[in-house]
Each structure stands twice: as structure tokens, then as C-alpha cells.
């Protein structure tokens, strides 16, 4: 692939993302879901209104810049509503979330080039991210979760551009990396998972650069690729992250952790001023307080709590809004209770869940990722064979390896989290599944053989019709009872 149609495929991706955040971002006059909460802590920003918050501040800071620039915007500006505490239209509390959320396919796609420097990889990774309803749902609404994975995925793209640079430059992105992780974690404290992803991978290439020092390889470059018919790595193209060792503790305490640190305590000055009830400690034993008083993941907590092992299934997603009207004529419902049952026969449902078969499908290719890492190195490590162990894994080994090892360290510590956690918590973890299943396809659509280039093209074509079958839940269009009924397969997705 050319690098002009490599760039237009991205541009191409952007915009289809830039174009579902925005087409009928006002469609809902009203606040949707935590709107209630964030849009209103936004203009209290504007207004120097002290407030309480169990999260940190950058989130909001989003959305009050938002709010102020729309101030100064001549268009969509109609349909105003004073439930933020000020008359603005629903567009200028939504605006720059979807146009931030916009660039995470891009984002998710520079990753996959990096770890592998396959633009087909790329493509399909931003391409199946730009068909994730949850991502969808979140961007176009005053919510906080999008900027976790904007700033955590950023911050781990800006890691690996530093692995592929040397001196200068290297430090230079390690900074920005730096800027990024501490953004990431002064929107919600998960975002600390995208840095501990990096942390993780760091001392595995110091552990593995060890292990193998020990012992003189049969073969530097053996084959740890897919021996079931998929194109293999070609000796001559060693994954980036076989770099790690390049990067030294003192750049990683200073980048990836004196500079994060700085960035997040710099960010709550500003709310810090504003509400000066609780000091820099203070208020961060408050947030943990909120935290530990909230219930179990029960439904007597709240209907839509759904524990860390219900995510990656879908097995309870959650409506953010639902509403019912006559006809198509009607105005949009925006206040009030649903219409009596039957008498509703237009409903408006916007559901936080994401695309089913992405995610299905996202499972399966990082538990084969996981069978391969298995084989090839946990195996052999546990029979302490190192004399099979090469020296430097290729590509698609230490793509498995980036995967899983970023998937697990943004689901599992949820293991532990006995408060009401809800599905979209799964955000941070979710995007590594799209990753695993864009690099099957990609090896299917590479292979000699034809029936694996016919299972890659099925996955792709199912993953696009899914996006679309599931598109009027993601953006709140007018559906028959039965068109809705159609749509939730289950019972545990009302």
C-alpha cells in the first residue's frame, strides 16, 4: 500500500468518525444521562460556582471551554435550554467531545502502524474503532469517559513514536508522552492504567533483554509468527518494542513519572482556586470517600450495575436515554416520563453499548493472542528452555504482547473494585480488543490461503453491517417497538 492511499484511508476514517459525532448533535434538547452533572459543573466553571465532584477536573475543564467558545460560534445555536443554570443550545455543551472523540480511530490507528509498520493493520484497527458504538455514544454527549482513552491512547502512541526516535527528538516525545499520561489520569484515576500498561511493558523488555542474555540462541529470529497458514514476519522487520532497553530508568522516572505527576497537579490548580473548601490532600481523600461510600453491584444500587466480568460479553449495557412518543411528527420527547406502555409508537433510545460482534469477535482474537504468547514463551519459560527463546521476538509476537499486556492491565484491576461500576468503566480496556481483532484480520486478508482471506473479509463485512444494524441505538433515531425489540437481543440490554 502507498503511503497516498495509506493517508487517504485515514482522512477517509476521520471524517466518517467526525461526521456520526456530529450529524444531529443536538438532536436531544435536553441533558442526557451524567449531562445532569458534567454539563452543569461546566458552567459552573464559567461562573465560579464552588461544587464537589468524585473525579478529578480535566473533564470538565473540556466541556466549560466548550461552552465558551460555542459563545463566540454564529451557528447551532437554536433550541436552547436552561438546565445547566444558563440559556445554551445542547450543541455547545457537546460540541468539543465530539470532535475529540473524532480523533481516537486515527489515534488507535498510529499505534497499530507503530508496533507493527503494517498500514493495513492500521486501516482496519482505525476502521473497526471508528464502528464501536460506545465510543460513539460517549462522544456525543457532555461526558467525561472520552477523554481517559483520548489522552491515555495518545500518551501510549507518543511512547511509541519516542521508541522509534533517537536523543532529542526521543526525550522530546517522552515529555509529550509524559503531558498526555497525567492528562489522562486527572480526567478519571483510571486513566493511571494506560501508564502502568507502558510501566509493564518497559521492565518486560529489561526482563526478557536478561533472560536471554543467559543463554546463546539457536536463533535470533525464529519463528514465533502463526504457523497456520498466515503470512509471516519477514526477519528484516523487528517490532519497535524490542527498543525498550534503549530507554533508561532515569528517562522514565523523569517522563513517565515526575512530568505525569507535575501535569495532573498543575490541572487541579484552577478548581483548587475556585473551591477553596478542601486543599490538594484534602480533596483527594474526599474523591476516595465518594468512592468507597458507593453500593455493591447490585441492582438495588442501580439498575445498570454490571460487574468487570460482565463487560467484555456485553452482557449489560445501559440506556443513557429513552423516551417515547405518537408519531414521527411529534416533537422530540425530551422531559418527562415514556407515554403509558402501547401508546408509545415512536421510541428513542440512546444505549451505551458497543458493537456486538466487535466485541465478541475481539474476544476470541485476544484469547488466540493469548494462546500464542502461551506457546511461544510462557511455555517454554515454565519448562525453563531458554535455549529456545530468541533473542528478539518479531513483530507479531510483541504485537501480542502490547495487546494483552494493555488489555489485562485496564480490565483486571477492576477485579477488585466492590463499588456499582458500570459498562462504560470498560472503555480503556476495550479499544486493545479492536487492536486484536484488526491484526487477525489483517493476517487472514494477508495469508496465501483463500479460505483464511474469506474469514478476514466475513469478519470485516459483519463488524460494518453490525455498526450499521445497531447505528439508530448509538445516535438516538426513531425506531417501531418492533424495530427496538429487533435490536436487543436480550433481556439483560433493556
Same mark, same amino acid.
Given at each position: 500500500?502507498?503511503?497516498?492511499?495509506?493517508?487517504i484511508g485515514l482522512v477517509s476514517i476521520f471524517f466518517v468518525s467526525l461526521a456520526l459525532r456530529f450529524w444531529g448533535l443536538d438532536r436531544f434538547n435536553t441533558l442526557v444521562f451524567d449531562e445532569v452533572y458534567y454539563a452543569k459543573f461546566g458552567h459552573n466553571y464559567?461562573?465560579?460556582?464552588?461544587?464537589?465532584?468524585?473525579?478529578?477536573?480535566?473533564?470538565?475543564?473540556?466541556?466549560?471551554?466548550?461552552?465558551?467558545? !460555542?459563545?463566540?460560534?454564529?451557528?447551532?445555536?437554536?433550541?436552547?435550554?436552561? *438546565?445547566?443554570?444558563?440559556?445554551?443550545?445542547?450543541?455547545?455543551?457537546?460540541?468539543?467531545?465530539?470532535?475529540?472523540? %473524532?480523533?481516537?480511530?486515527?489515534?488507535?490507528?498510529?499505534?497499530?502502524?507503530?508496533?507493527?509498520?503494517?498500514? !493495513?493493520?492500521?486501516?482496519?484497527?482505525?476502521?473497526? &474503532? $471508528?464502528?464501536?458504538? #460506545?465510543?460513539?455514544?460517549?462522544?456525543?454527549?457532555?461526558?467525561?469517559?472520552?477523554?481517559?482513552?483520548?489522552?491515555?491512547?495518545?500518551?501510549?502512541?507518543?511512547? *511509541?513514536?519516542?521508541? $522509534?526516535?533517537?536523543? &532529542?527528538?526521543?526525550?522530546?516525545?517522552?515529555?509529550?508522552?509524559?503531558?498526555?499520561?497525567?492528562?489522562?489520569?486527572? &480526567?478519571?484515576?483510571?486513566?493511571?492504567?494506560?501508564?502502568?500498561?507502558?510501566?509493564?511493558?518497559?521492565?518486560?523488555?529489561?526482563?526478557?533483554?536478561?533472560?536471554?542474555?543467559?543463554?546463546?540462541?539457536? +536463533?535470533?529470529?525464529?519463528?514465533?509468527?502463526?504457523?497456520?497458514?498466515?503470512?509471516?514476519?519477514?526477519?528484516?522487520?523487528?517490532?519497535? #518494542?524490542?527498543?525498550?532497553?534503549?530507554?533508561?530508568?532515569?528517562?522514565?522516572?523523569?517522563?513517565?513519572?515526575?512530568?505525569?505527576?507535575?501535569?495532573?497537579?498543575?490541572?487541579?490548580?484552577?478548581?483548587?482556586?475556585?473551591?477553596?473548601?478542601?486543599?490538594?490532600?484534602?480533596?483527594?481523600?474526599?474523591?476516595?470517600?465518594?468512592?468507597?461510600?458507593?453500593?455493591?453491584?447490585?441492582?438495588?444500587?442501580?439498575?445498570?450495575?454490571?460487574?468487570?466480568?460482565?463487560?467484555?460479553?456485553?452482557?449489560?449495557?445501559?440506556?443513557?436515554?429513552?423516551?417515547?412518543?405518537?408519531?414521527?411528527? +411529534?416533537?422530540?420527547?425530551?422531559?418527562?416520563?415514556?407515554?403509558?406502555?402501547?401508546?408509545?409508537?415512536?421510541?428513542?433510545?440512546?444505549?451505551?453499548?458497543?458493537?456486538?460482534?466487535?466485541?465478541?469477535?475481539?474476544?476470541?482474537?485476544?484469547?488466540?493472542?493469548?494462546?500464542?504468547?502461551?506457546?511461544?514463551?510462557?511455555?517454554?519459560?515454565?519448562?525453563?528452555?531458554? %535455549?529456545?527463546?530468541?533473542?528478539?521476538?518479531?513483530? +507479531?509476537?510483541?504485537?501480542?504482547?502490547?495487546?494483552? *499486556?494493555?488489555?489485562?492491565?485496564?480490565?483486571?484491576?477492576w477485579m477488585r473494585v466492590s463499588r456499582c461500576v458500570f459498562i462504560y468503566h470498560y472503555m480503556t480496556a476495550v479499544v486493545f480488543a479492536f487492536l486484536a481483532i484488526a491484526w487477525f484480520v489483517d493476517q487472514c486478508l494477508c495469508s496465501y490461503y483463500r479460505p483464511?482471506?474469506?474469514?478476514?473479509? &466475513?469478519?470485516?463485512?459483519?463488524?460494518?453491517?453490525?455498526?450499521?444494524?445497531?447505528?439508530?441505538?448509538?445516535?438516538?433515531?426513531?425506531? %417501531?417497538?418492533?424495530?427496538?425489540?429487533?435490536?436487543?437481543?436480550?433481556?439483560?440490554?433493556?
Amino acid at each position: 500500500m502507498t503511503k497516498n492511499l495509506y493517508r487517504i484511508g485515514l482522512v477517509s476514517i476521520f471524517f466518517v468518525s467526525l461526521a456520526l459525532r456530529f450529524w444531529g448533535l443536538d438532536r436531544f434538547n435536553t441533558l442526557v444521562f451524567d449531562e445532569v452533572y458534567y454539563a452543569k459543573f461546566g458552567h459552573n466553571y464559567l461562573n465560579q460556582i464552588p461544587f464537589f465532584d468524585g473525579h478529578p477536573p480535566l473533564g470538565k475543564y473540556m466541556i466549560a471551554v466548550g461552552m465558551w467558545l !460555542s459563545s463566540y460560534i454564529p451557528f447551532w445555536q437554536d433550541g436552547v435550554n436552561g *438546565l445547566t443554570g444558563e440559556l445554551r443550545s445542547a450543541w455547545s455543551y457537546r460540541w468539543v467531545n465530539a470532535l475529540s472523540g %473524532s480523533f481516537i480511530p486515527l489515534i488507535v490507528a498510529n499505534i497499530a502502524y507503530q508496533i507493527s509498520y503494517r498500514s !493495513s493493520f492500521a486501516l482496519l484497527a482505525g476502521l473497526f &474503532t $471508528a464502528c464501536e458504538g #460506545l465510543l460513539l455514544v460517549e462522544s456525543r454527549y457532555a461526558l467525561i469517559n472520552i477523554y481517559i482513552v483520548l489522552f491515555g491512547l495518545l500518551g501510549q502512541w507518543l511512547f *511509541l513514536l519516542a521508541l $522509534a526516535n533517537q536523543k &532529542t527528538r526521543r526525550n522530546l516525545y517522552l515529555v509529550l508522552a509524559g503531558v498526555a499520561f497525567g492528562a489522562a489520569i486527572a &480526567t478519571k484515576w483510571n486513566g493511571l492504567f494506560y501508564l502502568a500498561g507502558i510501566y509493564f511493558i518497559w521492565c518486560l523488555g529489561w526482563i526478557w533483554q536478561f533472560i536471554t542474555n543467559k543463554n546463546q540462541p539457536i +536463533d535470533n529470529y525464529s519463528n514465533n509468527g502463526i504457523s497456520i497458514g498466515f503470512e509471516q514476519t519477514t526477519n528484516d522487520n523487528i517490532s519497535l #518494542l524490542n527498543k525498550l532497553t534503549q530507554i533508561n530508568i532515569g528517562q522514565v522516572l523523569i517522563f513517565l513519572g515526575i512530568v505525569p505527576t507535575a501535569i495532573y497537579s498543575l490541572i487541579w490548580i484552577p478548581h483548587l482556586q475556585m473551591n477553596p473548601k478542601y486543599g490538594f490532600i484534602q480533596v483527594h481523600k474526599e474523591i476516595l470517600g465518594f468512592h468507597e461510600r458507593l453500593g455493591g453491584n447490585t441492582a438495588q444500587v442501580h439498575p445498570y450495575c454490571a460487574a468487570w466480568y460482565k463487560w467484555p460479553l456485553m452482557i449489560r449495557p445501559m440506556a443513557y436515554y429513552y423516551q417515547t412518543a405518537q408519531s414521527l411528527n +411529534d416533537p422530540l420527547p425530551v422531559l418527562g416520563p415514556p407515554l403509558p406502555t402501547g401508546a408509545g409508537k415512536v421510541i428513542y433510545d440512546v444505549h451505551a453499548m458497543g458493537n456486538p460482534f466487535l466485541w465478541w469477535f475481539g474476544v476470541a482474537a485476544l484469547l488466540f493472542l493469548l494462546w500464542m504468547l502461551m506457546r511461544k514463551i510462557v511455555i517454554p519459560l515454565v519448562k525453563k528452555q531458554h %535455549s529456545s527463546l530468541p533473542k528478539q521476538l518479531n513483530i +507479531d509476537t510483541w504485537i501480542a504482547l502490547y495487546i494483552v *499486556l494493555n488489555y489485562a492491565v485496564n480490565l483486571l484491576p477492576w477485579m477488585r473494585v466492590s463499588r456499582c461500576v458500570f459498562i462504560y468503566h470498560y472503555m480503556t480496556a476495550v479499544v486493545f480488543a479492536f487492536l486484536a481483532i484488526a491484526w487477525f484480520v489483517d493476517q487472514c486478508l494477508c495469508s496465501y490461503y483463500r479460505p483464511l482471506r474469506i474469514v478476514g473479509v &466475513t469478519i470485516c463485512f459483519i463488524i460494518i453491517a453490525a455498526f450499521i444494524f445497531w447505528m439508530p441505538v448509538y445516535l438516538g433515531l426513531p425506531l %417501531s417497538p418492533e424495530g427496538y425489540k429487533m435490536r436487543m437481543w436480550f433481556k439483560s440490554w433493556v
